[in-house]
């Protein structure tokens, strides 16, 4: 079984920093793709940043310049730097992960962690 836990989230005033990680645990045998998304409340989840096995990273638009996404494979985890936040940054952020549990069954699943929290007060 695979488990995405972040960590991290909290409260931070407007142009202020926070940091978010993800680690992953289990079985796994290849992590592909690793994201963050994010959901607002009212709003529909949106990818905010994601990352390759080789690195190539992708940014939502309203990111761009101000987050940004790394993975460590050693310790099967990513983070998610976030600089200059805004209160529109406001929402529930989860890891997600495209993940191969077992060497014998070449599948991948995505998995999802249980999100954290980030408020910025204006």
């Known amino acids: 079984q695979v488990q995405l836990v972040e960590s991290g989230g909290g409260l931070v005033q407007s142009g202020g920093s926070l940091r978010l990680s993800c680690a992953v645990s289990?079985?796994?045998?290849?992590?592909?793709?690793m994201r963050w998304y994010r959901q607002a409340p009212g709003k529909q989840r949106r990818l905010v940043a994601s990352?390759?096995?080789?690195?190539?990273?992708v940014y939502g638009d309203s990111v761009k310049g101000r987050f940004t996404i790394s993975r460590d494979d050693a310790k099967n985890s990513v983070d998610l730097q976030m600089n200059s936040l805004e209160p529109d940054d406001t929402a529930v952020y989860y890891c997600?992960?495209?993940?191969?549990?077992?060497?014998?069954?070449?599948?991948?699943?995505?998995?999802w962690g249980q999100g954290t929290q980030v408020t910025v007060s204006s």
């Open positions: 997600n992960a495209d993940i191969q549990a077992s060497q014998s069954v070449p599948t991948r699943a995505m998995y």
């Open positions: 289990g079985r796994i045998f290849i992590i592909y793709t």
């Open positions: 990352v390759t096995p080789g690195g190539s990273t």
